[in-house]
Nanobody, 126 residues
Framework: HVQLVESGGGSVQAGGSLILSCTGSGVTFDDADMGWYRQAPGNECELVGTIGIDGRTEYAGSLAGRFTISHAVAKNMAYLQMSNLKPEDTAVYYC?????????????????????WGQGTQVTVS
């Protein structure tokens, strides 16, 4: 059974930084791509970026330069480093893995091909 758990969310002032973590079980990040998404109240789910099994990353254009995705395969963890945060970055952030289509009873971002999702972690920037 695949399970993802995000952590590290919280409240931060504009211009600050946060690092979100995603811990995986039942899956290894050297065997499945993973991605970070976010959803702000009233908005559709938005892709933040992805990291492939080879470590290559891609970012939504507006976020490149402020956000960095990495993984620690030995720890089965992935990270989203966020800097120079802005109020518009306020959202629930999700990690997801395995491009096999939704495998959960509820996938937060149904337009995504990722199959497994964490429960999300709130980031509030004021």
């Amino acid at each position: 059974h695949v399970q993802l758990v995000e952590s590290g969310g919280g409240s931060v002032q504009a211009g600050g930084s946060l690092i979100l973590s995603c811990t995986g079980s039942g899956v290894t990040f050297d065997d499945a791509d993973m991605g970070w998404y976010r959803q702000a109240p009233g908005n559709e789910c938005e892709l933040v970026g992805t990291i492939g099994i080879d470590g290559r990353t891609e970012y939504a254009g507006s976020l490149a330069g402020r956000f960095t995705i990495s993984h620690a395969v030995a720890k089965n963890m992935a990270y989203l480093q966020m800097s120079n945060l802005k109020p518009e970055d306020t959202a629930v952030y999700y990690c997801a893995t395995d491009l096999i289509g939704c495998q959960e009873d509820h996938c937060p971002c149904p337009q995504s091909e990722f199959g497994y999702w964490g429960q999300g972690t709130q980031v509030t920037v004021s």
